[in-house]
């Protein structure tokens, strides 16, 4: 176990955690109701074909990965008396918020190809706005702490904030059905507004209250032409591996989790899309209060046995949780679906807890190796890497829908070899991810005696990272 006690220097105030943690609000309820909603709004109610769904998730998902790259430059860049990132996460957050509202303003009265046209066109400028917001956001937790333990912690704050946001996206559909609106998609637009304000609230806080501990360092640190500084993130080991697992996992989880909720409405419940959409909702908001519990767990597993037996620990548990829904999505016993949500929980706050602390680390390695501060170029190229290759799972989830016989006109009489293909690809996919994820962390190189030294030899070479710039 580790014996590791962080310094009182390298501590982020309680405060600036809070104030960092509810940007990933703002990102969450903004990223994950765009994706929650999309079946539900555009095929369920509106009855847009699954693939194209697909199709402009992918498309505008490409779009927003090629965006990525050219943001965490100019951000790594920027040289304003407010610092580096602080100034796009201010612009973009109101830009995302207004982007958000207009994807549900399509007149329900248009043809499937005028729908499918708005769609596409909406998201694609939902997407050019969210870079100018999350880039520099994800960007700024590179570099709130030097040390190897408080970056977990600070992820952990952000990731108690993606949790709390996200406990209202599952309630968005079923509260939008409500008899009051006279129509789903009336609702829906009515509840955007609501959502678009937690979006401005959450997006200011960071861009107000964090300060940039890296930035003078920066300053003085070697300026890269964008391709070369491309050319030395591809070259970074610890880089390629964690994002390998990162793609994964997240191709596995892509490729079927829009089943899940296809699942309960059509086969727990035959076709009773109100019924299971609540029930969805209760589930979900099981899991966000589970995932929100296990950050506690997560934290002190971190300090206590390291990053990489952590992130172990995960993926066997998502390996595990990800076969046992094959059963838990029981249609004689709906409430088991309340026990595959609870085991899912720890894998979903740990998993994404760790990597993003992990992305601090590898960033020190590039400064070590490079002498170049550039979080912004790591955090975007790997999302670029992984929203392109993710790209294609959105287009492949709704083929896959489709291939399994699914067809929305059917309602509750889908063909029983329809439903028990979904309920085997739902299961098995994630499962054969986890495998592969398990395999690749052995290679992992980053562990906390190889963090330690690089903070040594980077501190040795150009001094301790300054609390003072761009402070509150």
């Known amino acids: 176990m580790s014996q590791h006690v962080t310094a009182a220097k390298d501590k982020v105030p309680f405060i600036e955690k809070l104030m960092y943690g509810a940007g990933s609000g703002s990102f969450q309820m903004a990223n994950d109701g765009v994706k929650g909603l999309a079946y539900p709004i555009f095929n369920i109610t509106l009855g847009l074909?699954?693939?194209?769904?697909?199709?402009?998730?992918?498309?505008?998902?490409?779009?927003?990965?090629?965006?990525?790259?050219?943001?965490?430059?100019?951000?790594?860049?920027?040289?304003?008396?407010?610092?580096?990132?602080?100034?796009?996460?201010?612009?973009?957050?109101?830009?995302?918020?207004?982007?958000?509202v207009?994807?549900?303003?399509?007149?329900?009265?248009?043809?499937?190809?005028?729908?499918?046209?708005?769609?596409?066109?909406?998201?694609?400028?939902?997407?050019?706005?969210?870079?100018?917001?999350?880039?520099?956001?994800?960007?700024?937790?590179?570099e709130m702490t030097p040390d190897y333990h408080e970056r977990t912690s600070v992820s952990s704050f952000k990731m108690f904030f993606s949790f709390v946001f996200a406990f209202c996206i599952p309630w968005i559909f079923p509260l939008a059905q409500a008899s009051v609106f006279g129509g789903t998609l009336h609702g829906m637009r009515f509840i955007s507004w609501y959502v678009a304000i937690a979006i401005i609230i959450g997006g200011l806080l960071p861009a107000i209250f964090v300060k940039e501990r890296y930035f003078h360092i920066a300053k003085k640190s070697k300026k890269f032409p964008f391709w070369q500084s491309i050319k030395l993130t591809f070259q970074n080991r610890p880089f390629l591996i964690l994002t390998a697992i990162l793609l994964t996992t997240g191709i596995g989880g892509n490729m079927v989790g829009a089943m899940g909720p296809y699942i309960i409405y059509y086969y727990i419940f035959g076709g009773d899309v109100e019924t299971g959409s609540y029930l969805w909702a209760k589930a979900s908001n099981a899991f966000t209060v589970g995932a929100i519990l296990s950050l506690f767990l997560i934290n002190w597993m971190g300090k206590s046995w390291g990053k990489l037996f952590t992130m172990r620990c995960m993926v066997v548990l998502g390996f595990v949780g990800a076969v046992s829904k094959f059963w838990l999505f029981n249609k004689d016993y709906p409430n088991l679906l309340f026990v595959s949500q609870l085991m899912m929980a720890p894998l979903a706050a740990g998993f994404w807890t760790i990597t993003t602390s992990m992305k601090a680390d590898i960033c020190d390695?590039?400064?070590?190796?490079?002498?170049?501060?550039?979080?912004?170029?790591?955090?975007?190229?790997g999302g670029w890497i992984t929203k392109v290759t993710m790209a294609s799972t959105f287009f492949l989830a709704g083929m896959m829908l489709e291939v399994t016989g699914f067809d929305i006109d059917l309602g509750g009489d889908q063909d029983p070899d329809t439903i028990f293909m979904m309920r085997v690809l739902f299961a098995t996919i994630p499962a054969i991810s986890n495998v592969i994820a398990f395999v690749m962390l052995w290679y992992y190189p980053l562990n906390e005696k190889r963090m330690r030294e690089i903070r040594a030899q980077l501190e040795a070479r150009r001094g301790e990272a300054d609390d003072t710039e761009h402070a509150v």
Not at 73 to 88: E, F, L, N, Q, V
Request: aromatic share 14%.
């Open 49 to 100: 074909d699954p693939s194209k769904i697909g199709l402009v998730l992918m498309i505008s998902r490409i779009v927003d990965a090629f965006t990525d790259p050219i943001m965490g430059k100019i951000s790594d860049d920027t040289d304003t008396r407010w610092g580096r990132r602080r100034p796009y996460i201010f612009l973009g957050t109101f830009l995302v918020a207004i982007a958000f």
């Open 365 to 381: 390695d590039d400064e070590l190796r490079n002498g170049s501060r550039r979080e912004g170029m790591f955090g975007s190229v």
């Open 102 to 142: 207009s994807i549900w303003m399509v007149p329900e009265s248009w043809s499937d190809t005028a729908i499918f046209v708005w769609y596409m066109c909406a998201m694609l400028i939902f997407y050019l706005c969210a870079t100018i917001q999350t880039v520099p956001y994800h960007t700024l937790g590179l």
